[in-house]
C-alpha cells in the first residue's frame, strides 16, 4: 500500500541552526502538507501546498519556516534558524479526495 | 479563531461497551469532518468521514453530523483493548472551500479496560 515518506525519523539539532524535513508524498496526490505537534498537545497546521505553490498558511508558519518541492516527488520544510518551541514532531501529509494520509513524522529535538 | 473543541478524557469503557466521543466546532461554513486515531507516538490514521447531517456507519464505527448544532460525535461498538488510542476530530476550515486547511482538536483519550 502507498504510503507517505519522511526523513529522518529523529533530528536534533542546535538553537539556531537550519533544518530541512524530507518527505515524498504518495506519488498520484497532488496537495501536501505539513503539520505539527508539540507532545501533549494537539496537531497543528502548517501549511498547504499546491501547484507548486502555498495555498494556505497558519500563523505559526512565519518567514522562518519555507516549503519547497525541488523537484517530482520530494517536499521538504525548511526551518532558517530553528528555537527551542519548534521542538516537535512535524508530520507531512498528502491528500486523495479528501482524506488526507499522514507520514510517521520527523521528531525534531532543539537543543 | 476557528477551533476545534473536544474533551480530552480520558474516557474509560469495558471491553465490549461502547465508546461515545463528542466534538464541536466553531466555524459554521465547515462541510467535511474527520475522525482520526492516533496510538501514543504515531501519526493520525483517518477512521472515518462525514459530511452530512446523520449517520454514517463503517463496521464498529458509527460517526454522526448535527451541523445545526456544530456537533459531531464517534461511537465504537464493541470496544476492544486495541481501541485504546487518541481520537481526533478534524474539520475543513479551508478559507475557499475545497479541504486546504484541516484543524484538528486536541483529541480525547480512550482506555478500554479488559
Known amino acids: 500500500e502507498p504510503e507517505v515518506t519522511q526523513t529522518p525519523s529523529h533530528q536534533v539539532t542546535q538553537m539556531g541552526q537550519e533544518v530541512i524535513l524530507r518527505c515524498v508524498p504518495i506519488s498520484n496526490h497532488l496537495y501536501f502538507y505539513w503539520y505539527r505537534q508539540i507532545l501533549g498537545q494537539k496537531v497543528e497546521f502548517l501549511v498547504s501546498f499546491y501547484n507548486n505553490e502555498i495555498s494556505e498558511k497558519s500563523e505559526i508558519f512565519d518567514d522562518q519556516f519555507s516549503v519547497e518541492r525541488p523537484d517530482g516527488s520530494n517536499f521538504t520544510l525548511k526551518i532558517r534558524s530553528t528555537k527551542l518551541e519548534d521542538s516537535a514532531m512535524y508530520f507531512c501529509?498528502?491528500?486523495?479526495?479528501?482524506?488526507?494520509?499522514f507520514g510517521s513524522g520527523t521528531q525534531l529535538s532543539v537543543l | 479563531q476557528k477551533e476545534v473543541e473536544q474533551n480530552s478524557g480520558p474516557l474509560s469503557v469495558p471491553e465490549g461497551a461502547i465508546a461515545s466521543l463528542n466534538c464541536t466546532y466553531s466555524d459554521r461554513g465547515s462541510q467535511s469532518f474527520f475522525w482520526y486515531r492516533q496510538y501514543s507516538g504515531k501519526s493520525p490514521e483517518l477512521i472515518m468521514s462525514i459530511y452530512s447531517n446523520g449517520d454514517k456507519e463503517d463496521g464498529r464505527f458509527t460517526a454522526q453530523l448535527n451541523k445545526a448544532s456544530q456537533y459531531v460525535s464517534l461511537l465504537i461498538r464493541d470496544s476492544q483493548p486495541s481501541d485504546s488510542a487518541t481520537y481526533l476530530c478534524a474539520v475543513n476550515m479551508g478559507n475557499s472551500g475545497g479541504y486546504q486547511k484541516v484543524t484538528f482538536g486536541t483529541g480525547t483519550k480512550l482506555q478500554v479496560i479488559p
Open positions: 501529509a498528502s491528500r486523495s479526495a479528501e482524506k488526507l494520509f
